[in-house]
């Protein structure tokens, strides 16, 4: 039984591991399978991405110079590509060239200011005087220069004033800004303000603007305690003004805006037909520098009241202040007396007990703004200097504008032109002076009864002393127009001055010759009229 069992038992046990290595064999068939699959997958994949790369980054068929469309690149696409390539190595070699010209433009420059140098350290050595018989002269004569510079700045009317033998002696001074000049010598085809500026004239004021912020702006070596803090600029300039003496230069005083407020930097500078040399620099402070307007008044109630009401409340748009109107309060005055101006003037400047005192003689008729009062402030000096400003008169409205319905405001009619006005230069009514010079210098004659006189007579005076007659154009300072009336009582000089300055206030030369010829201009319009008439019929 056991041996006949035996065979069966073995075949039981021989078949499961048979079937065990058959099933390790077909898995390890299925897996290479499997595995070959996913290889030949993921080479066509990559396939597939390489072609989609090389489609993409592709020229396309219209940029290639070689064909059009799919079509491959021939012999003439190879040209085009050659000709482009051809091109880009000229334009490099081209900006080579250019940066070798530049670099050697900068050698010549430098090679130049080296020699410029070398000739200054020259010169240096030859005036500190170091052996021969030609430098002891080039020393003398360098010293000779420094003599006769100063010489003229010794002679020139800078620090005291100059006797003079009547107001037509005056040399004028002319203001300017960085974009306008302001002059008096205008004649019948110049205008009363320059702009542009012509370009000889914008180089001269540039030169001493610049000149002006360098002296400013220098390092404080000489122990100053007025030196500024700040870094001036063109921007902090305000204005200047400037007047030439044939015989000696041209002096230049320009006002900058200070560190506060109401202060200002003050500069002196002199060319005495030669390099600019600085005079003087000073801090000027405005702040505690009261004004006293003295305003005469006969039977113009309404004129004051506007004068008020323009000084409380109206600043022109174009003039930009720094200071407000510190007005506080006002001191009527009546005299029962036979009307004088230089009457009224004299009794409210002597009024005042207070102290010394800046003092602007004034008329009903002025418009003034609060940067003509910093000018007032900047051009008077106690026992040094007076400021006569030439003021901007105002011609008929009524002419300048057709009618009177189309006359603008006030505001709108303060435009410094030559067909709305002219400079003031005849009048010397409006000035800015202290009480003290004032009183010393005499006050005016009260003797001068009614219109005109007294203002040339006081003016005379200050130009026989040995104060400074500040004189120049006024951009803040108008005279409004009003019609003049020339009394019958007035004496035949007088009665001529008036009528002078009525026929000047009435409008420009042009303009009076139209209102002088208009019949002869209605004619010819007349005439015009019927010939065009005459043809068309």
Not at 24 to 50: D, I, N, T
Not at 194 to 208: A, F, N, T
Request: glycine residues 8%.
């Amino acid at each position: 039984m056991v041996r006949r069992d035996a065979p069966t038992l073995l075949n039981y046990v021989v078949l499961p591991n048979l079937l065990l290595r058959l099933s390790v064999v077909m898995l390890r068939r299925g897996l290479l399978a499997w595995l070959s699959r996913v290889g030949v997958l993921l080479v066509v994949v990559c396939c597939c991405l390489s072609l989609l790369y090389v489609i993409t980054c592709s020229p396309h068929a219209d940029d290639r110079p070689g064909g059009v469309g799919g079509a491959p690149i021939g012999p003439a696409g190879r040209e085009g590509f050659q000709a482009l390539l051809q091109e880009r190595e000229e334009q490099h070699q081209q900006h080579i060239a250019s940066l070798k010209k530049q670099i050697a433009q900068l050698k010549e420059a430098l090679q130049e200011r080296s020699e410029q140098l070398k000739g200054m350290q020259d010169s240096v050595e030859k005036t500190a005087g170091k052996g021969t018989v030609g430098d002891v002269a080039d020393d003398h004569s360098h010293s000779d220069l420094q003599e006769f510079l100063h010489s003229q700045l010794s002679r020139a009317e800078i620090h005291s004033g100059i006797r003079l033998p009547s107001e037509y002696a005056v040399v004028p001074f002319e203001s300017f800004t960085l974009q306008r000049v302001y002059q008096l010598e205008m004649g019948l085809t110049r205008h009363p303000e320059e702009k542009p500026v012509r370009k000889d004239r914008r180089e001269e004021l540039g030169e001493v603007v610049e000149s002006a912020l360098h002296a400013l702006n220098a390092p404080n070596r000489g122990g100053d305690k007025t030196k500024a803090s700040k870094v001036y600029t063109p921007s902090d300039f305000i204005e200047g003004i400037a007047r030439t003496e044939k015989d000696k230069g041209t002096l230049y005083e320009l006002t900058f805006r200070g560190e506060q407020k109401q202060e200002f930097r003050r500069l002196l500078l002199f060319r005495p037909f030669g390099p600019l040399m600085k005079v003087k620099s000073e801090l000027v402070e405005t702040a505690n520098m009261p004004i006293n307007i003295v305003l005469p008044l006969s039977q113009r109630a309404d004129k004051f009241k506007q004068f008020m009401h323009n000084f409380r409340t109206f600043k022109p748009p174009l003039l930009s202040s720094r200071v407000e109107l510190n007005f506080r309060n006002f001191t009527l005055i009546q005299l029962n007396e036979e009307f004088s101006r230089g009457r009224g003037l004299d009794v409210g400047a002597r009024a005042w007990k207070r102290g010394n005192v800046l003092l602007f003689f004034c008329d009903v008729d002025i418009f003034f703004t609060a940067d003509f009062l910093n000018t007032c402030r900047l051009n008077a000096q106690p026992g040094k200097k007076v400021f006569y400003p030439v003021l901007f008169s105002q011609y008929n409205p009524a002419v300048i504008y057709g009618s009177h319905d189309h006359v603008p405001p006030v505001e709108q009619q303060l435009i410094i032109k030559k067909d709305t006005g002219f400079w003031r230069d005849f009048g010397f009514g409006m000035t800015c002076q202290y009480r003290s010079d004032f009183i010393n210098i005499g006050g005016f004659d009260v003797d001068i009864k009614g219109w005109g006189g007294e203002d040339v007579h006081l003016y005379r005076k200050y130009l026989h002393s040995n104060l400074l007659v500040v004189r120049a154009p006024s951009r803040g300072l108008f005279h409004l127009w009003h019609e003049k009336r020339c009394a019958d009582q007035l004496p035949p000089d007088q009665y001529k001055m008036c009528m002078q300055s009525k026929a000047m206030n009435e409008a420009s030369h042009g303009q009076l010759g139209m209102l002088l010829f208009r019949h002869e201009i209605e004619a010819h319009l007349r005439k015009q009229k019927q010939r065009s008439g005459a043809k068309k019929s």
